[in-house]
């Protein structure tokens, strides 16, 4: 499917907001919730679980918010993580934790098997400000790390999956739709490809000049 370049939003948490509104989604995960900004744009009805291992929240959050204080992988390796919200599918939601596309790549696959085909799956960071910004190390106080990485490896590996990527500051938020929960293309894999994603340099990436 091929994907477009969306500039209609300034930050991504306009775009955030605009997406609660229109979906009104039922359930909402967030992975990496930190002082809890981009949580509470979420809607009084949504049932949400926000997950972080070091969550330090500032905000005003409805009740109806779960913070768990765990790194994503052992959340969803846990009881409670297997099925966050009993039978009902997440309907939203937002990946935004460890900058390391590995990292991403498997919250994307415990989410989407937890999705339903109609659920719609965020990934913040796609659209990196320059190389040093994007590394895999930090070094500056805006990270996007490789997250970058992810959007054009989905487009390959999985052609199937409809990204729209949207061009909010600071860094770029990729939609993802058409989501299939019973795929295992990525999960069957995965030591080869976390391999094949991790070699992906920054001057390869799509729209390099
Ligand atoms: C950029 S901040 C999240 C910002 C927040 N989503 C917002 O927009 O307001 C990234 C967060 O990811 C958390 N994090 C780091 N490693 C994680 C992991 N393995 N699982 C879940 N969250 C993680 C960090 O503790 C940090 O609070």
Not at 23 to 47: F, N, Q
Not at 76 to 89: I, L, N, Y
Request: some cysteine; glycine content about 4%.
């Amino acid at each position: 499917m091929v994907a477009e370049i969306m500039t209609e939003y300034p930050t991504y948490y306009h775009l955030l907001a605009d997406l609660h509104r229109r979906k009104k989604p039922r359930t909402y995960v967030e992975i990496g919730v930190h002082e809890g900004h981009s949580l509470g744009l979420v809607g009084a009805d949504t049932r949400v679980v926000g997950i972080d291992p070091e969550p330090k929240i500032t905000t005003e959050l409805p009740r109806s918010v779960t913070i768990v204080a765990n790194t994503s992988d052992a959340y969803f390796a846990s009881p409670e993580g297997a099925a966050p919200f009993g039978d009902d599918p997440i309907d939203l939601a937002f990946i935004d934790g460890m900058h390391h596309v590995e990292f991403a790549l498997r919250d994307f696959i415990n989410i989407e098997r937890l999705s339903s085909p109609d659920s719609t799956i965020l990934v913040h960071d796609c659209v990196p400000i320059d190389e040093e910004t994007a590394s895999r190390e930090r070094s500056t106080v805006i990270w996007s790390g490789d997250i970058w990485k992810l959007i054009p490896f989905l487009r390959q590996h999985r052609p199937d999956l409809a990204i729209t990527v949207h061009e909010v500051e600071p860094t770029g938020l990729a939609e993802i739709t058409n989501l299939d929960p019973s795929s295992t293309v990525l999960a069957d894999r995965y030591d080869e490809l976390v391999d094949e994603l991790i070699a992906m340099r920054f001057e390869d990436r799509p729209h390099a000049s």
